[in-house]
């Protein structure tokens, strides 16, 4: 983690300059630097200095691309410097709707501090990690702006947090595990704690997990992160699945998808990840945390295509898929949340379809919503992330197609629709309540050769951490 210091000049001297197209061309450079999107040049200086320059194109239109930007900074200029200068973007290089300074630096805060996360590696020798000092010149560092770093920086470290879940190997990862990390994790926080064990699962006929997590040796549980700071106020539910080895069941997954079944518990770790950022800067909602972890396993106890089972809610499900898991796990921790936590407005969130990959690709992902107050204030939250998502309709057409013949829901809806008739069944589950659904299936990592957004890196992304803090603070 940076150390990031607040100036209110404006710096001469820095180590990176912005420029938009427009203004490139005042440098006569031609082709060497023309100042396209995140275009960027290592300019040398006197006495081994040097500055990068970085370009805007035709300039910064909304939150995401301040992030983007500002992490971009941080990588060219961090291989060459320990000490790091450059100045807030003015108003001048902004294209968008209207300029916020203070969303602006927040932006710029965010995208800097996700930006220098390094992945944890297992090799036998590694390279000690060096400090990184930046100053940012333009940002007074008044109470108010001080205050948006610590908020910025503890949530960073929580999407470190859920950025290491994701990178780490099943085999150091088990459920319970899982939840021992946590309870690590919120030690001398304001909130609480609980993890229900097998036993108490099977006391509480959570059926769907068990389910789940019995062709695994590895016991299931499910652990829930209380903060309640309004006692009388309502609760807002964050759901997250957290399958920590996917092989697919019976269902197997093919080859090529094995080397990412580690990462199944991507919606989990998000959550963990605003729910930290939460607690420790004080957040005025009453927000549970409901997070089922299981591992799916092929063994000879492990369900098959065809078995019939009950759940927490009492609803009977028709499995028919075995890799389609994370929605059965859903079902009982939504189920949890409305009926034991009285949650009045839930969301939840899953590596979920492939199809929601395949369709929104890396940078953007699919949201359901049954609620419109919930949702419109999802889109506020979502502007002020820089996250971005895509609401999709559903119909009762959509509805059909996972009603079973012999149980009340079946876990699949056919060949189409597939992320839409996912999240369907998940609300079946939801008793009418304010429902969210977030399909993370193609944000949760960046493994293409390059990350798609700059503030992610090679690994897990932590991606819906920001957006759900910034819905529930």
Known sequence: MPEIILKEEFLNGVSVRFFTEEEA?????????????????????????????LGLGEGVGDLAEVKNVYAKAVKEARPYTETMTL?????????????????????ALEGMLLACYKPMKYKSETEEEKALTITLGGAAPTPEHEKLLEEKTALARGIYFARDAVNKPSNLLRPMEFAREVKELFAGLPAEIEVYDRQALEEMHMEALLTVGRGSSFDPCLTVIRYLPDKNGPVTALVGK?????????????????????GDMAGAAGVIAAMYALVKTGGRKNTVAVLPMCENRISSDAMLPGDVISSYGGKTIEILNTDAEGRLI????????????????????????????????????????????????????????????????????????????????KNVGGETCGSITAGLFIRFFAEGRQWLHLDIAGTAEAQNPEPVCEYHVYGGTGAGAATMYELCK
């Open 25 to 53: 061309k005042t440098l006569h450079m031609g082709k060497l630097f023309e100042g396209k999107w995140l275009e960027s040049r290592l300019m040398p200086g006197a006495d081994g200095m040097f500055t990068v320059y």
């Open 87 to 107: 100045n807030l973007l003015t108003a001048e290089k902004w294209t968008g709707k209207s300029f916020d300074t203070k969303r602006a630096l927040g932006a």
């Open 242 to 262: 957290g399958v920590t080895v996917d092989t697919g069941g019976y269902c197997v997954k093919p080859s090529g998808s094995m080397a990412g079944i580690k």
């Open 330 to 409: 859903l079902a009982d921790a939504v189920s949890f949340a409305v009926k034991h936590e009285n949650a009045q407005r839930v969301l939840d969130i899953a590596t979920l379809t492939g199809a929601a990959a395949i369709t929104f690709g890396k940078c953007m992902a699919p949201v359901l919503a049954d609620g419109e107050e919930f949702y419109e204030e999802f889109v506020e939250a979502q502007e002020r992330s820089g996250e971005r998502y895509v609401r999709l309709p559903f119909f009762k057409e959509h509805e059909k197609m996972i009603e079973s013949r012999w149980a009340d829901v």
